[in-house]
Every structure is written in C-alpha cells, then in structure tokens.
C-alpha cells in the first residue's frame, strides 16, 4: 500500500477485539523497528516496555482512564519511557556513540539546564511514537496511543527507574463495529492551506 494511503486509513482504535494474539513474528519486527528509530544525534534516551500478559493488562487497565477497555482488549500494550536522569543519559553517551554525539550534546544541549534536557529527550521518545503507529499500519495492524494514563502508576506496576513513562500504544485488531474508523466516522483535519506554506 502506498503510504498516502496508509495515512489515510490508519486511525486511532477504540475498540479491540479481545483474546487475539499478535505473531511472535510480528511482535519480533516491532520490537526492531522501535530500535531503528531516528533520534537526535542518535542519542536514542528511551525504553520501550512490551506487555502481553492478560493479567499485567488488567492490572494497567485500572491506571488507564478512558482508555481502560483499550488496554484490557488490545493483543499488545507498548509503553514507551524516556530517559530521566541527565547523568545516565551522558554515561550512555560516552558509552554507546561517538565522541562528536556528546560533544553536540555538551554544547548546545546541556547549556539549557536540567529540565530542558528532559524535555529534549522526551522529544526523542515522540518521534518513535509517529514511527511506530505508521509502522503498525504499514502492518495491517490497529493501534491507539494513549496519553491518558496514570504515569506514575505505570512507572510503579512495571518497575521503571532511570526512566519515566510518557505514554503507551495499544495494538491490535479493531472491532468490525469500531465507530472510529474512518469508513464510518471520516478523518476530521485541518485544510491544507492552513498547514502546508510554500514559499
Ligand atoms: C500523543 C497522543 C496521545 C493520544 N492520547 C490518546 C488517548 O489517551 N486516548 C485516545 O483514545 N486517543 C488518544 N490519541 C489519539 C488522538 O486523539 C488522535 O490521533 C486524533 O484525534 C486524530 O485521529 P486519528 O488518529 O484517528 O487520525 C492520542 C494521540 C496522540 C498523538
């Protein structure tokens, strides 16, 4: 499918059709396509946590809001975490990339002070988001992201330290009857002028 078209009718799930498992296969190819993500000088200040486990699910379900259905229904619950410790995240790059990656970082990052670099990494983590929910629709799969989650809770049920949760993504398969999709509830956008200026 050409990616216009994907664009076109991918869209945020809302209801799942629980009990169907994704293939170990496809969950494989997730995983990696989430490890090739593009960051800022490469810098990659993230953690992505996988969960199947229906009983993890039900449990996260409680921490989830609105999106609680979602989230007990959908075959794969990806969180996503950034880095939050600018100590780790200067030994991962001392560690891990080449000498100019830091040098970038000292010089143009690191001046603007503790929250900003948060900020900045947290940036990092959305950009995986826009990568992965093209990606799961490239794959014919359905996926809702989902910042309205309780955090702190999620950090807690799953043991993240170093790294703060931003968000997670369900995946899975739709409901026939999901009145999201856009054949029965149509894409709502800005007009093209508005958004798009060429110069
Ligand atoms: C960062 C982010 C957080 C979102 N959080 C939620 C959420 O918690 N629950 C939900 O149902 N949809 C959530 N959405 C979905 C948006 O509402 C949706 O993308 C937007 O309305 C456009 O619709 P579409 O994705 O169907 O094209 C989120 C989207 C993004 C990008």
Redesign the pocket.
């Known amino acids: 499918m050409k990616f216009i078209d994907i664009a076109k009718n991918?869209?945020?799930t809302?209801k799942y059709l629980g009990g169907r498992k994704l293939d170990r296969d496809i969950i494989d190819q997730l995983k990696e396509i989430l490890r090739m993500c593009p960051s800022s000088i490469n810098s990659q200040p993230w953690k992505f946590t996988f969960i199947e486990d229906q009983e993890l699910k039900n449990q996260l379900a409680l921490s989830s809001r609105?999106?609680d259905e979602?989230v007990r229904n959908a075959s794969l619950i990806v969180v996503f975490s950034a880095m939050n410790e600018v100590g780790i995240f200067e030994e991962h790059l001392t560690k891990n990339l080449p000498p100019r990656a830091l040098d970038y970082f000292t010089n143009n990052i690191k001046p603007r002070g503790e929250a900003e670099i948060k900020v900045w990494m947290q940036h990092q983590v959305?950009i995986s988001?826009g990568f992965f929910l093209a990606a799961c629709a490239s794959m014919g799969l359905d996926s809702?992201?989902?910042?309205?989650?309780i955090r702190d809770d999620y950090d807690k049920a799953l043991g993240i330290t170093g790294y703060r949760t931003m968000?997670a993504v369900a995946v899975g398969f739709r409901d026939p009857e999901d009145e999201?999709q856009p054949t029965i509830t149509p894409?709502?956008r800005r007009p093209l002028e508005d958004v798009i200026t060429e110069k």
């Open positions: 991918r869209y945020t809302k609105h999106n979602r959305y988001l809702t992201p989902m910042e309205g989650i968000f999201n894409k709502l």
